[in-house]
């Protein structure tokens, strides 16, 4: 008997996408946000969207990412360490046409330490069987220059972890939980 072969893909919910269905790699800690957490995180993003700068630091599957792009964000940068995953994200740019996108082939700590900023719009959803790349990732974007004022960050974590420490001028705006995931969206307000 011959199984189908898995099909990973994610659907992209709102925006010039809207429907469109991209495929992604097989990999290690890759785990795409669900649609109704996406939903949730992008209502509550409306008023600081459109025209973002939008960094995707673990990019994966680019669901964050590509949905930030449809609904209309002026530039996302995708950064994942992964060369297969980043060749899917290349591929499913080009597919879509999308101008806006840039794709990385990084580790997170070495694209914060060299690349362009400040950005408006942070995701920050590291694979969640290494809490270490969190914690690196808020020191990173703690440097000057890597937030531009009212900056939105999101995290998404294991529920049971907590909430991450993160740093006094990041404001905690919005949290919820569903099932085993939690997520959190902070605003950084520039140190007095």
């Not at 990999?27 to 995180?41: C, F, M, N, V």
């Not at 000057?144 to 009212?150: S, V």
């Amino acid at each position: 008997m011959i199984l189908a072969a898995r099909s990973n893909q994610v659907r992209i919910i709102a925006g010039q996408w809207r429907g469109r269905k991209l495929p992604f790699p097989d990999a290690q800690g890759l785990r795409p946000t669900a649609d109704r957490i996406r939903e949730t995180l992008f209502n509550w993003l409306t008023p600081v969207l459109h025209g973002a700068h939008c960094l995707d630091l673990f990019a994966g599957s680019g669901a964050l990412g590509f949905e930030a792009a449809s609904r209309g964000a002026a530039q996302v940068v995708m950064v994942d360490s992964a060369r297969d995953v980043t060749a899917a994200l290349q591929e499913n740019a080009k597919r879509l046409s999308a101008s806006t996108l840039q794709i990385r082939q990084q580790e997170a700590a070495a694209y914060l330490a060299t690349g362009p900023g400040p950005f408006d719009v942070v995701f920050l959803d590291p694979p969640f069987n290494s809490p270490e790349l969190l914690l690196q990732s808020i020191d990173g974007l703690s440097a000057p220059g890597r937030l531009a004022a009212g900056a939105s960050i999101y995290i998404e974590t294991p529920a049971a972890s907590g909430e991450p420490v993160v740093p006094a001028n990041w404001i905690l705006e919005k949290q919820k939980k569903a099932g085993q995931v939690a997520y959190r969206l902070y605003r950084y307000t520039e140190a007095c």
